[in-house]
């Protein structure tokens, strides 16, 4: 199983830690990071017990924001969706 991993599409958890606050513009701390890959909200490969790298593509498109603005987000974009397709029958 020796794959090889191309350096540049991975951070280390400092770097995700860094760029994850510059797209949030809030502080993000590396053990956030980790918290991230362990909720699957982004890729990690393990390379050891205290090593991991994290995905560069779901880092840069990651936005941390104050807890329950995604999901209250989510529930109201479900509820839109949900009136839609009421008129949508309504009309057809």
Same mark, same amino acid.
């Given at each position: 199983? +020796?794959?090889?991993?191309?350096? +540049? =599409?991975? /951070? +280390?958890?400092?770097?995700?830690?860094?760029?994850?606050?510059? +797209?949030?513009?809030?502080?993000? =701390?590396?053990? /956030?990071?980790?918290?991230?890959?362990?909720?699957?909200?982004?890729?990690?490969?393990?390379?050891?017990?205290?090593?991991?790298?994290?995905?560069?593509?779901?880092? =840069?498109? /990651?936005?941390?924001?104050?807890?329950?603005?995604?999901?209250?987000?989510?529930?109201?974009?479900?509820?839109?969706?949900?009136?839609?397709?009421?008129?949508?029958?309504?009309?057809?």
């Amino acid at each position: 199983m +020796n794959e090889q991993i191309n350096l +540049n =599409d991975w /951070y +280390n958890p400092a770097q995700a830690a860094e760029r994850l606050t510059a +797209n949030s513009g809030k502080k993000v =701390d590396s053990s /956030y990071v980790r918290t991230l890959a362990r909720y699957k909200k982004i890729r990690s490969i393990k390379l050891g017990e205290r090593a991991s790298l994290y995905s560069k593509e779901d880092v =840069d498109a /990651y936005i941390v924001e104050e807890r329950g603005e995604k999901s209250g987000r989510a529930k109201r974009q479900k509820a839109v969706g949900k009136g839609r397709s009421k008129t949508e029958k309504a009309v057809a």
